[in-house]
Structure formats: structure tokens, C-alpha cells
């Protein structure tokens, strides 16, 4: 049986707190000619590097996104563990490109022993994934980081191509994602799940519009085993041309597998074209 190739190239170096990620196409978005690292790629990465230099599981972690990273070069990592406890882990990670940061990541690992375990938060109705319709990237681009992610729309409208429209009640979109390889879904996977809280600036809005992400918070929850993800985004509030939402991320069978969090640049479709996204 053929092993899938995984998303992102994450690489060691002598060094076990430097790790290294080659950007190639297939984890950049953006339109030809002017593409970029996702920034879920970048958590994704740092959360990676963080587990296999702590050797423990990660419970949050934060990006602040900086700068843009574009094919063809090469992110390096750099873990640092300023508190190693007993049970947590404190820690840190910068990606930069030579001399350049791209991000910034802040995180807690570890597990505690412990027989409590509840969950209070609770999976909205939605039909099989089957029975939803795929979502199309507004650019009709599915090259590059969309193309490699399978989403069925099950509630938002997009707005695509129109000005305007009426604006969501509730301001919450749901949708199904899994990765098109046959790939585990892992803290890693959920944090390149996760940056797609952007989406739901258009379904709020009731148009064509989306955001670049300042940062991207996820909390790790019960990680169990799933084919697909229910993305629940919710839109909180966007005001001063920011906007401020949540995702919780659902395995098939209800488990809360992560929480996330981000605020993002809203944009219009077709506004700045090479940097807008979601």
C-alpha cells in the first residue's frame, strides 16, 4: 500500500530545536505569480516541530502572522522551550526566511493524568458530506493549498460575484473539510483546517469577500479518529474593516476535536487580488 505523500514537507536539521519546511506551490495560495504560504501551513508546521521536539502533544497554540513567505524558499523553524514542567511544556517557535520573520507561534504541550473528560459543546445537524455541494475557491483556483482539500458547503451563502447582498442573521457557516489524500487528521491538520475562518466573512456579509489572517489560535480538545471535519464558523463582529470569529471543529461522530479563533483584514474579492483569501 502506497504511503500518501503528507501536506507539508517538514524537515530536521543537526540542530533537534531548527526544523525546516521547502514551500512549494502545493502549500501556497494566492493567484500565479504572486503566491504565498497559507498561513494554517505555517501553524501546521510550528505544531509539527513543537510535538517532535517536546515529545509531548500540543494543548493550544497561537500564530501571529507577519509576513508573507512565497515559493520556492525555505521556512526555517526554530523551537524554543523557555518552561519545561513536570506534565506542561511552555514553548515558542519563529519561522522566518534568512533574516526575515514570518511568524511568530506561542504554545502549551503536555497531558495530565486525570479520569475526567466531558464535552459540553455539541455538533450541529448537517447531512453526510456525500450529500453536500463541493465549495468552489471564488478565484475558481483549486491549485495549489485549495486544491489539495476536499469542502462541502452545508450552510453560508457565498456572494460570489455579487456586490452585495443580505447579510447572514446569525453570521455562522458550516461546512465539511478533509484533506483529499488519505491523511490523518492530526493537530497539524486541524490548524490548516482551522485558518479557514476567513470563509465565513462572505457568508456573513451575504457577498463576495474573505480576510487575511493576523493570526490563528487553536485549542486541542480529543483528538479521535475521523475522515472528515465539520467546520462550525461562526463571525462574530467586524467593524473598523476587521473582522472576529470562531470555528469549533467536530469529528464525524460529534467529538469537539479543537476550538480556533482569529482576527482577519476583510477584503472584497478582487480587492489587492495578490493577498486576499477565505
Known amino acids: ?16 530545536n531548527r526544523w525546516f519546511l521547502p514551500l512549494t506551490e502545493a502549500v501556497c495560495v494566492g493567484p500565479p505569480g504572486n503566491q504565498f504560504m497559507f498561513g494554517g501551513v505555517g501553524l501546521a508546521a510550528a505544531v509539527a ?13 497561537t500564530a501571529q502572522y507577519l509576513s508573507y513567505a512565497r515559493p520556492g524558499s525555505v521556512v526555517d523553524l526554530d523551537v524554543w522551550t523557555p518552561a ?53 475557491h471564488w478565484r475558481g483556483d483549486e491549485s495549489g493549498l485549495h486544491g489539495q482539500l476536499d469542502t462541502r ?6 456572494g460570489f460575484g455579487h456586490s452585495g447582498g443580505e447579510i447572514s442573521p446569525d453570521g455562522q457557516m458550516l461546512m465539511w473539510i478533509r484533506p483529499r489524500a488519505d ?26 469577500a474573505g480576510g487575511n489572517s493576523l493570526d490563528n489560535t487553536i ?21 473598523g474593516g476587521f473582522g472576529h470569529g470562531r470555528m469549533h ?26 493577498k486576499a483569501e477565505g
Not at 188 to 197: K, P, R, Y
Not at 219 to 239: F, G, K, M, Q, S
Open 249 to 274: 471543529l467536530f469529528a464525524e461522530d460529534g467529538t469537539l476535536m479543537a476550538t480556533a479563533s482569529q482576527s482577519v483584514i476583510v477584503r472584497m474579492h478582487g480587492e489587492r487580488d495578490a
Open 49 to 61: 516541530a513543537l510535538e517532535r521536539t517536546c515529545a509531548r502533544p500540543v494543548i493550544w497554540a
Open 153 to 158: 458547503l452545508v450552510k453560508g451563502e457565498w
Open 1 to 16: 500500500m502506497t504511503t500518501p505523500t503528507p501536506l507539508f514537507d517538514l524537515r530536521p536539521t543537526h540542530n533537534p
Open 219 to 239: 485549542r486541542i480538545c480529543r483528538i479521535v479518529p475521523t475522515r472528515w471535519v465539520l467546520c462550525d464558523i461562526l463571525i462574530n463582529a467586524i467593524h
Open 84 to 136: 519545561a514542567g513536570r506534565h506542561t511544556t511552555q514553548a515558542r517557535v519563529i519561522g522566518h526566511v534568512g533574516d526575515k520573520e514570518i511568524f511568530t507561534v506561542n504554545a502549551a504541550l503536555g497531558t495530565r493524568p486525570s479520569d475526567i473528560s466531558h464535552q459540553w459543546a455539541t455538533k450541529p445537524s448537517a447531512p453526510a458530506p456525500e450529500d453536500c455541494e463541493p465549495r468552489i
Open 183 to 208: 491523511l490523518p487528521i492530526d493537530a497539524s491538520m486541524l490548524a490548516i483546517i482551522a485558518d479557514h475562518v476567513p470563509s465565513g466573512i462572505g457568508a456573513a456579509l451575504g457577498m463576495s
